[in-house]
C-alpha cells in the first residue's frame, strides 16, 4: 500500500524507479517491446504469442528484482544504528 501512495505523480514515478533493481526491469521490459516491434515488421508471422513474452519475461525478470529489493531493504535496515533511548 505504501508503494502504491509512493506512485502518485511525477515526483513518486521518480522515487519508483529511482531503485536500480526497478530501472532494469522497466529498462528490459521496455527493450523487449522495442525489439518485438522490429521483429513483427519486419516478418508479421513471428511473434505470435507475444503476449506471453510479455508475462514471461515480466515473471523471470521480478524475482530477482524483487529479491534484490528485500535484500537491499534488509541490508540498509540491519547497517542504520538503532536509535538511542
Sequence with gaps: MRMLVQLRGAEGAAQFLHNPAWSIWVGTLVTHAILLIKDVIADKT??????????????????PVFLGILLTALIARMRKPAALE
Design 46 to 63: 513471428t511473434h505470435n504469442v507475444w503476449p506471453f513474452e510479455f508475462v514471461f519475461w515480466g515473471v523471470v525478470l521480478a524475482v
